[in-house]
Structures are given as C-alpha cells and as structure tokens.
T-cell receptor
Framework: TQLLEQSPQFLSIQEGENLTVYCNSSSVFSSLQWYRQEPGEGPVLLVTVVTGGEVKKLKRLTFQFGDARKDSSLHITAAQPGDTGLYLCAGAGVRNSGGSNYKLTFGKGTLLTVNP | DAGVIQSPRHEVTEMGQEVTLRCKPISGHNSLFWYRQTMMRGLELLIYFNNNVPIDDSGMPEDRFSAKMPNASFSTLKIQPSEPRDSAVYFC?????????????FGSGTQLSVL
C-alpha cells in the first residue's frame, strides 16, 4: 500500500500570510496530483507534476515534486479567503513496477482556513 | 459541459435498507471511478470501470456493495443491506483515458447517512 501523509492536518491563517503544506510518502510515484475540495463539492484538480524536482506555478500557488518523486509541497503566497478548502494530494502508481497509473492513492488532506 | 452528475445529493436511510447511488459521467469519458470519503479514512477507491467493464473492485468493502455500468453514460453503486458504518460521502469520477496523468473529474457526491 502506497501511503501518502499530508501535513499539517489543519491550518488556520490570516489573509495575506504565506503557507506551505506537505505530502510525503515512502513510495515512489510516477506522478502526483494536487486537488482542492470545497464544502459540499468534489475535489477539483489543480496540477499534475511528473518529473522529479519539477516546479509548477498557478498564480499564487507553487507546487514542487521531490527529486526522488516521493514527496511534494504546495506553497501559497499572500493567501486569500477564496483559498479556503481541503487540499488533497494524490499519487499515481510506480512506473515500471506493475503499479497501475489509473489508481490514485489520496492523502487525507490539509484543511486550510484563511480568515479575512 | 454538465460535468459528472450524481444523484441523490443526500440520502438518509435506516439500517438494513437498500441504497442505490447513481452517476452520469462526462460524455466521451471512458473511465469511471467510485470513491468513498470519510474523516477517518479520507478518499478511498471502491471500484474502477474502463469502457464499462469493471477492472478493479478490490476496494469494495464487502459483498453488501455492488456496482454496475450498463452503458457508457450511467453507473450505479448499490449497498444492500446498508449499515451505519456505511455513512460517508460517495463520489463518482470520470476521465478520458489515453495514457497517463489524465485529469479526473469528480461529481458533487452523495452524502449518505444510515441510521
């Protein structure tokens, strides 16, 4: 079982602050995705990272895939109340080891609250 | 595009009753997934269909759970008989699988409460 651990579990900050959330595993993934989920809705994909060391930016959000493809981080600059939600990371199967790329393993998420 | 459509949005039932959850995937998508989300266990994959065929049902908790996909535009997840521990949010998701790293689209979920 490829376990993904996310930290912190809960995070409450003020508008304008910066924050980083983490997604860690002892397993290597072929790719890793980040989703945001708002109350009463399903997760929505933010980004997919594939290459070890890859950095992707989406406006104020910066995503990094670890060099060994075992971990990832999400950094938000100048957080806004609209960033509030549950941030989930999900890893796809290990390349060339029989792991199935269709099967995403999800972390339990970081629940972010940005207070105005 | 209407997105993945799930019904009902909320379901409250009594222990022992049969529950049927429904999903309409995005038109043109050939892969469909059923997930269950709880605070304790997060998002868990229950079953995966590709081209209407069940490929992996290893996540289905037990025989009380069954899923069907009679055609490309409809799937059901049935629990019979339901138990209080089945209470969770059930999500259906779909994607067009052409290789790897495709985007997964989730429905809004069905909040199931078994009393």
């Amino acid at each position: 079982t490829q376990l993904l651990e996310q930290s912190p579990q809960f995070l409450s900050i003020q508008e304008g602050e910066n924050l980083t959330v983490y997604c860690n595993s002892s397993s290597v993934f072929s790719s890793l995705q980040w989703y945001r989920q708002e109350p009463g809705e399903g997760p929505v994909l933010l980004v997919t990272v594939v290459t070890g060391g890859e950095v992707k930016k989406l406006k104020r959000l910066t995503f990094q895939f670890g060099d060994a493809r075992k971990d990832s981080s999400l950094h938000i600059t100048a957080a806004q109340p609209g960033d509030t939600g549950l941030y989930l990371c999900a890893g796809a199967g290990v390349r060339n080891s029989g792991g199935s790329n269709y099967k995403l393993t999800f972390g339990k998420g970081t629940l972010l609250t940005v207070n105005p | 595009d209407a997105g993945v459509i799930q019904s009902p949005r909320h379901e409250v039932t009594e222990m022992g009753q049969e529950v049927t959850l429904r999903c309409k995937p995005i038109s043109g998508h050939n892969s469909l997934f059923w997930y269950r989300q709880t605070m304790m266990r997060g998002l868990e994959l229950l079953i995966y269909f590709n081209n209407n065929v069940p490929i992996d049902d290893s996540g289905m908790p037990e025989d009380r759970f069954s899923a069907k996909m009679p055609n490309a535009s409809f799937s059901t997840l049935k629990i019979q008989p339901s138990e209080p521990r089945d209470s969770a949010v059930y999500f259906c998701a779909s994607r067009h699988s052409t290789g790897t790293n495709e985007k997964l689209f989730f429905g809004s979920g069905t909040q199931l409460s078994v009393l």
